[in-house]
C-alpha cells in the first residue's frame, strides 16, 4: 500500500492514510495512541456523514473478519463503516508494555478515534459505535469510563460480552436447560450427555480457567446443532483473522498480547453500571448464542441508563445473527441509525 498523506492530531495521534476518489470512500491508516499504532480501515459512504465504529470480538479478533458479507456490503452503501483493530489485535502494531495492555486502555483507543474522525471529516458527523463479544465489552467500558458519549450517537451492543464474571454462570445455566432439552428428546445424545455430566460438576462460584476454556469451546460446538438461520450472505467468518500482509511475527506477537487482554477482561462485570450509559441504544442478541447467553443481554437492557434502549432477539441465530439473520439484522440496525443520527 502506497501511503499519500500525512495527518498529525495533538502530539499523540498520527496517522498515515491512503484513500481513492469514488462514490464510496476507502481508506486505511494507524492512528497512534501512545506506544500502539492502531489499524483503521473505512468503507462506505462518507457523503452520508454518518460513521459507524465497528469493534470486533476477541480477544484475538481482527476487523478483518467484520468487513465483508451482506451487513457490510448493505451498511457501506448508506454509512462509512469505521473497522478498528484493536490494541494488540490483528493488525495494530507498537511496543505496549504489560500496563498499556487494558481494556482501561483500549477505551481511551476508542475514544481517541472517535475524535479524530471528528477532526478528520468535521465536527457535524454522526458517530455510532458498536461491538460485537469482547467488542460489547471495550464498547460499554468506553461509554462508562470516557466521555465518548458526549460525541456519539448512539450505542449497538451486539452479543456483547460486556460482564465476563457472569457470563460463564449464564453458560453453564443454558447448557443445563437447554442440553436437558435436548437429551430428553434423544437429540445428540454423544455431545449432550458428557457436556451436562461436566457442567453439572462445576461450582459456578469457582469457575476455573481451564474450565472457562472448556465452556468456550464446546458453546461454539453447541450452536452447530441448532436450526438456525443461513441466509447464504457469506463474507463474516468469526472468530477467524486473515488480514492482508499479516506477518507470523505479528500473529505471534497477538497471541501474547492477547492472554494478556484476556486475563485483564475477566475482571470486568459492567451490568450494574450500564445505568451510566444514557445515550440511545440497541441490543441485538442470537437465542441460541451459548458463548454469550442471551441473559446477559436480558439483564445488560434492564440496567442500562438510556431512555431509549431496544432489545431484539433472534430466533434462529448463535452468536453471530449478523450472519444467520443478516438481512433482518441489517434491517433493524439501519432503522436504529435512521432514527437517531
Not at 15 to 41: H, I, M
Not at 184 to 202: A, G, I, K, S
Request: charged fraction near 25%.
Amino acid at each position: 500500500m502506497k501511503y499519500i498523506g500525512f495527518f498529525l492530531l495533538s502530539s499523540f495521534l498520527l496517522v498515515t492514510a491512503c484513500s481513492r476518489q469514488s462514490d464510496e470512500v476507502f481508506d486505511q491508516f494507524f492512528l497512534r495512541n501512545g506506544k500502539a499504532d492502531l489499524f483503521v480501515e473505512i468503507n462506505g459512504n462518507i457523503a452520508s456523514k454518518v460513521f459507524f465504529i465497528y469493534l470486533h470480538g476477541g480477544p484475538g479478533g481482527g476487523a478483518s473478519s467484520y468487513n465483508s458479507g451482506f451487513f457490510a456490503d448493505e451498511m457501506e452503501k448508506d454509512y462509512a463503516m469505521v473497522y478498528l483493530d484493536q490494541r494488540g489485535n490483528g493488525a495494530s502494531q507498537g511496543n505496549n508494555t504489560q500496563e498499556d495492555l487494558t481494556i482501561a486502555q483500549n477505551s481511551e483507543d476508542i475514544f481517541a478515534l472517535a475524535r479524530l474522525l471528528q477532526a478528520r471529516y468535521g465536527e457535524d458527523i454522526s458517530i455510532f459505535l458498536a461491538g460485537h463479544s469482547w467488542g460489547g465489552l471495550t464498547s460499554a467500558h468506553a461509554l462508562i469510563f470516557t466521555d465518548i458519549q458526549d460525541i456519539l450517537k448512539g450505542w449497538i451492543e451486539m452479543n456483547g460480552a460486556h460482564d465476563f464474571v457472569k457470563n460463564d454462570i449464564e453458560v453453564i445455566k443454558m447448557f443445563q436447560r437447554l442440553g436437558q432439552e435436548e437429551v430428553d428428546q434423544d437429540n445428540n445424545l454423544d455431545f449432550w450427555e458428557p457436556v451436562l455430566e461436566r457442567v453439572n460438576e462445576m461450582d459456578t462460584l469457582n469457575i476455573s480457567g481451564e474450565e472457562s476454556g472448556y465452556l468456550n469451546d464446546k458453546a461454539f460446538e453447541a450452536e452447530s446443532l441448532f436450526d438456525l438461520a443461513d441466509e447464504e450472505t457469506g463474507g463474516f467468518a468469526y472468530p477467524l483473522y486473515a488480514a492482508p500482509d499479516i506477518s507470523l511475527a505479528t500473529l505471534a506477537a497477538n497471541g501474547a498480547v492477547n492472554l494478556i487482554l484476556n486475563d485483564d477482561s475477566e475482571q470486568y462485570a459492567l451490568t450494574d453500571q450500564l445505568r451510566l450509559i444514557e445515550i440511545p441504544s440497541l441490543l441485538l442478541w442470537g437465542k441460541y448464542d451459548f458463548v454469550v447467553p442471551p441473559a446477559i443481554g436480558e439483564s445488560g437492557f434492564a440496567q442500562l441508563g438510556s431512555a431509549e434502549k431496544e432489545l431484539i432477539i433472534y430466533e434462529r441465530s448463535g452468536h453471530s445473527p449478523m450472519s444467520n439473520e443478516a438481512i433482518q439484522f441489517t434491517e433493524d440496525v439501519k432503522a436504529f441509525i435512521e432514527r437517531h443520527k
